[in-house]
């Protein structure tokens, strides 16, 4: 079962669970792939899901940081509801000492020693740690590991 299909599945026993915050949260994501498929004509594959649901899950995030400074608390919970929802449609993150133990291997072979080396680490982490960590998490290990 792809992954579209299972959040498909997911969308139809939420609809007849009448949960309708994680049915709407769902129905947010399909339509999300279908502007990419519209936009772009091309049928997307699990890795392209993952972007997708990569990126709202980023929109939410920054949507409830500012929800919180504002001071509104309600829609800051509707926020890191939607992203309870998105969640398991993830890969699994890497704990920190995972991390650092692959950005420490990356490092050493791509030969960076110095900051000025960051760019060259972090395009090969992206590429190899993609969907399993977040983009903020490897910058800042991999400035601890350099300085």
Known sequence: ????ERINEDVKSAMKAKETTKRD???LLTSAFKQIEVDERKELSDDDIIKIIQSQVKRRDDAASQY???GRED???IE???IAFYQPYLPAQLSDDE???A???II???GATTMKDMGKVMGSASKTLGGKADGKRINEVVKTLLS
């Open 103 to 105: 950005l420490k291997e």
């Open 108 to 110: 050493s072979k791509v």
């Open 80 to 82: 890191l509801d939607e």
């Open 99 to 101: 991390l650092t133990a």
């Open 75 to 77: 829609l800051m919970k």
């Open 25 to 27: 949260a769902l129905r």
């Open 68 to 70: 919180k400074d504002a």
């Open 1 to 4: 079962m792809t992954l579209r």
